[in-house]
Each structure stands twice: as C-alpha cells, then as structure tokens.
C-alpha cells in the first residue's frame, strides 16, 4: 500500500511533446499502459530552414491528452507526471509572456524548433573559437543546439525578441516550469543542448568569447540559475492553476524533465532480456544502443567513463540514466526524409490508390518489395542499382556537417510504383548504413556496442528494423511496451513521487551490472 492506496490502483501520466503532436499516457506501477491519447500541433516555417511553433498552443494540448487519459481515474490515484519534448527553444518576456522569434513579431509563434537551422552561421563561428566546451559536443557546435540559436536572436531580432527575454527555456523545462511554477532546469537538457557542465556549471568565458556575455547577468538567470536530475521532484509538485488545467489534483508530484529521445532512452535501456540469448546478456548494460527512430533518430549510448567521439553529443553525466556517461549520435531527418522521398515521387498519387484498403501506405509499400522481389530475403538486393546519401537535412554525427547535401544515384526516366518502392527502401538503407556509420564512431572511442534497443515511430516498420539489423549485423530489440518515450516520461513522474527510490530501481529490474 502507498499513500493509503493499493498498489493496483496507482497510475502515473507521462507527456510527450513530439515534433508534431502532444501525447499522453496513463501508465501502471508494472509500467503497463493503461491508456493514450494524441493532439496534433502547429508548425509553422515563414522562412527556408526557419521552423516555429507556439508554447501556449503545446501547453492547452498537453491539458487536453492528459484529461483524456485520466478520464474515470480518480484524482489521488495518479502519484507523479513526468514531461518530455523536443529540444526546441522557449523565449518569454519578466511577465513569463511570449515573445515572437519571427520577423513578422506574432508573439504567439515563440519557439524555435529543435530541427530550426536558421543559425547555422552562428553555429560555424561558435565552432571557429574553438572553446573547450566544444569537446562535449563532438568538437562541432550545432545549429540545433540552443547557443548559436540564442544569438541569432541576439544578432537578427534585437529589439523585438533579444531585448524583451527574460527567460530562455528548453521546451521540457518550459512543460515542467508551468507545471509547478519552479524555474530549476533538467541537468539533461542544459547538459546536451546548452553547454552547462557538472559540477562547475556554466561556463562563463564561453558566454563572452561567442557574444552573449549578457547571459551571465544575475548568475545566469535567463537560462537557468538553478539544475537538478531528471526526474527529481519540483517545487511543491503542481500548482493550483496548472492541476485545474490539467485535470489533476494541486500538490502531485512532477519530476525534472528529458529530452523526448532520452525519455525513449530511458523506457527501453534497461529492459529485462534474459533468457533471448542476446549477446548483452549478462553484459552491463553499456553493451545496449537504445535508437529512438521517428522524425529524427537519436542513438543514444552510455558508458562508465566518459568517452569522447568526434561528431557525437557527449560525454554528458548522468543525461539519461543517473551515474553514466551518454553519447547521443544522430540523424537529423529519417521519417521526415522517408515521408520526403516517398511523398514526392511522381507515383505517389497511384501509391496513394493503392494503399487505400491498407493501415498506412508503408504497409503496402513493404508487401510490394516483398511481392518484387518473391522472397523477403532478396528484398535487400533490391536497392543494388540505386544509392541515396540521407542528408537532406545535414549530417548531425559522425562527420556533424550541417551543411551536407542529399542525393540520389541510379535514377532512370521510369516513374512507376515499383521506382517509388525501389526508391523508399534505398532511402531506408542509407539511414541504416548512417546507424552503421555512427556505432562505428562510437566503438573506435571506446564503446563496446551489441544489441539495438529501437523505438519510436519508424520502430513499428519492419522493412525499417530488419534493414537496420542486417545493415548492422546486430540483433534489434524491441519494447513489448511500443510506446517507450511515454514509458519513460512517467518514470520520471513516478521517481518524483518518491514511490521508487532511484530510476535505476524502475529503470534496470533484474539487469545484472559488471563492476
């Protein structure tokens, strides 16, 4: 019993906010989902590489999927809630207002998205200083990070943005501030996308040397004076206004937030796999690589001892599993590039035809390469005469050149079915030759990487996981659980409640550890 409640009777909501929709789900103690639900929300791109969105609009559709999932449970059932989203960037004003990051100054467009490549200059001239904070981002400074975001705010929208911000949040802690009305950050999101470094912290040359030494003013409050780990409890759990909002009873636990693919990370690392015969069997739990495949893919790694790979995010302690060092690879487009190519080709309104009796065109597309090539194991030969290089979108790791170009080799005048199916698994096989290209990276620094835990989106197409594994030559797992992100964002509610004393307790059931 737990708070004069039976255990069977408890239940924690995690909140996901994706690229392109806010998800929720009502999870139980064995971390079995009860239920889910789904709003999309807007993007909005005014410009080439610009992508925005809107913090007020997340905030009212994070509202609307948790009443949905709590539906017919009462209040002091759920124990603790747990957020996760994208690494976009939140500006709001001293009133904790909007404040417009276009040039056409509609304060209600006040986040700049994680995939937003505006600042790809600024990023170049952060790279260019070569500071020492560099070496925990693979030696190269991303546009999707949130320092050379920052200052092309400063550079571009000065009077209009820059000099009304009062607060620049990564969206998670954004989620978890409005929920409880406590300004501390997530160790996870300051360590991966803004450069803070425990136990020193900010690194206040690095603010100056890049122009923005104006952040440094009252110990760094407009990014955050205060951090914590994942997971731990915030202020006084949720406000009186934000349970109204949410459908929740004020005082529940929230805990610091992740990163949407380390919450992913985090449901799928440590699962229980004995008895599979997979070669991380009886191996610590460093031997895993958890994939998080949907708009974009992370690759996300840990280690004992912090590992240094060039192009790859990290070393970051304690970023996704409390105690371990993480590298994240990653490929900036890979749904996105897929639904790019496939939606593009001149076949694709006879796909469309086609597929109209199926769950979703790639189901169809799948069979047909099957159909093609009349025997699943030939699928792969397929793609021999058409090659496609995925970075439409630059390259994030290992060779982190946001400047990189797409292509593809082999096209003919033909713009049949069978092209456009031909052309999808190409393009599914340059994204797992990129995982290959990654874990390759990675295991010349030091990782010792043998099975792939996959979820997200893509997770759920089997051409996607089987290329995956035969591009790799390693074995893929994936969650009974499919909707891991989720899992992982209400552990994080669930550590905040303090009905488990460490996420590893949740987290890591069973999994034996090497010392």
């Known amino acids: ?77 759920v124990r603790g809630v747990g957020f996760d989203a994208t690494c976009s960037l939140v500006v709001l004003d001293q009133n904790l207002q909007p404040v417009p990051v276009t040039q056409d100054g509609d304060r209600q467009r006040n986040v700049v998205m994680w995939m937003d490549h505006r600042a790809a200059e600024q990023a170049a001239r952060i790279t260019n200083t070569g500071h020492q904070v560099l070496s925990r981002v693979g030696g190269v400074m991303s546009p999707e990070m949130q320092p050379p975001k920052l200052l092309w705010l400063k550079e571009n929208l000065k009077e209009s943005c820059w000099n009304k911000a ?22 996870c999101t300051l360590v991966c996308k803004w450069t803070y470094c425990p136990p020193e912290g900010w690194d206040a040359s690095f603010w100056t040397s890049i122009g923005l030494e104006d952040l440094l003013e009252n110990n760094f409050s407009k990014i955050g004076s205060a951090t914590c780990p994942p997971g731990s409890p915030l202020g006084d759990g949720l406000t009186q206004e934000a349970a109204s909002d949410l459908g929740l009873k004020p005082g529940t636990a929230v805990g610091a937030s992740l990163i949407d693919a380390h919450a992913g990370g985090l449901g799928v690392i440590g699962a229980d796999v004995k008895g599979f015969h997979l070669p991380c069997e009886d191996q610590p739990i460093t031997s895993r690589m958890a994939m998080i495949c949907g708009t974009s893919t992370c690759h996300m790694a840990i ?35 897929i639904d790019h190519m496939v939606k593009g080709h001149a076949a694709y309104t006879q796909l469309q035809e086609q597929a109209r009796h199926r769950s979703n065109i790639y189901s169809y597309l799948n069979s047909h390469l099957s159909a093609m090539a009349n025997s699943c194991s030939a699928v792969d030969l397929l793609g021999s005469s058409l090659h496609v290089w995925p970075d439409f979108h630059g390259n994030r790791s290992p ?72 591009a790799t030559g390693l074995p893929v797992v994936l969650p009974d659980q499919m909707e891991a992100v989720l899992i992982g964002a209400a552990v994080l509610g669930a550590r905040a409640s303090q009905d488990y004393s460490t996420i590893q307790v949740q987290t890591l059931p069973l999994q034996p550890r090497k010392t």
């Open 166 to 187: 009062a607060h620049f949040f990564d969206l998670p802690d954004f989620l978890s501030w409005k929920a409880t009305g406590c300004l501390t950050r997530s160790l």
């Open 399 to 470: 060779l982190a050149d946001p400047t990189l170009k797409g292509m593809v080799i082999g096209l003919s005048l033909s713009q049949t079915l069978d092209d456009l199916a031909v052309l999808y698994l190409a393009t599914v096989q340059a994204l797992a030759l990129g995982t290959l290209h990654i874990l390759e990276a990675m295991k010349e620094a030091g990782h010792d990487i043998r099975t792939l835990f996959l979820c997200g989106g893509l997770s759920k197409n089997p051409l996607f996981v089987q290329i995956h594994a035969n």
């Open 1 to 77: 019993v737990i708070g004069g409640l039976f255990l069977s009777r408890v239940y924690y909501v995690g909140v996901d906010v994706g690229t392109a929709s806010v998800r929720a789900a009502l999870v139980t103690r064995e971390g079995l989902l009860k239920s889910t639900a789904e709003e999309p929300i807007s993007i909005w791109e005014p410009q080439c590489d610009h992508y925005v969105q809107s913090s007020t609009e997340i905030w009212e559709k994070c509202c609307t999927v948790v009443k949905k999932v709590t539906q017919g449970v009462k209040r002091n059932q």
């Open 303 to 337: 280690s004992e001892q912090p590992l240094f790979v060039p192009g790859v995010w990290g070393p970051c302690l304690s970023a996704m599993v409390p105690g371990l060092w993480l590298n994240e690879g990653g490929q900036s487009a890979t749904g996105r590039l």
